[in-house]
């Protein structure tokens, strides 16, 4: 019997994202270090959180003096200034039943600027100009509007996370979180994936939500904003992922 972890990639997702299906939109630096695109997602990741060698390989990358977003459980060197810190949770949705949603509509670039929106009204976490390359979005329109909308973000191997999860004011208290979160979720299982969730820890609505739906606390990371040591200079200038170096996966 195999005694693989098939959850593992969740420890660390963002770098396991990156260096495997959405090494499209990394930029790395030497074999320690690697974020996505800036446009994309603001997330960063080093592979191994205990090795000063990957921090300096994210300083190098990121440039001095600028800030930089990753999340787990990090402890960065002492010469890297904290930003901010905002403790989360994981939660696993291999127990989620997913469904199509008839009224859900499939989202695109033409839609970004409503997205935009309709996420800086209800800030469920950051979505970004090409944040919709990313994956998946579904949204609910009502009367011409979009009111409701969730989608994809990290994808870690076997792992899709749902993210942007967020309701206009005006509609809550019907249910339409859930219902695209389940609609999401199932493309997420047609490709043979398995949803997960972030959220802050202090969002107890949606967290109740989410567990209520079948969602399980598998983790509790922090969503940590860091600044790299020295004085802003010229931002790095960073390499495609789609020259990463062996061994990483393709």
Known sequence: M????P????????????TGPHRAFAEYSGRGAARYLPAANPFAAVADPADPAAWADLAALVGPGREVWLTGLPTPP??????RVIPGVQLDGREVRAEAAPEAVRLGPADVAEMTALVE???PGPFLPRTIELGTYLGIRREGRLVAMAGERMRPPGWTEISAVCTHPDHRGQGLAALLVRAVAAGIRERGDVPFLHAAADNTNAIRLY????????????????????TPGRPAVAR????????FPV
Do not use: H
């Open 2 to 5: 195999s005694t693989e972890n």
């Open 240 to 247: 495609s992922s789609t020259r990463f170096p062996a061994p």
């Open 78 to 83: 002492a010469d890297w200034g904290t930003v």
């Open 7 to 18: 959850a593992a990639p969740l420890d660390n997702p963002v770098w396991a994202a990156l």
């Open 121 to 123: 009204l209800t800030e």
């Open 211 to 230: 567990e209520s739906m079948g969602f399980v606390l598998r983790r509790e990371p922090v969503f940590i904003g860091l600044r790299t040591p020295g």
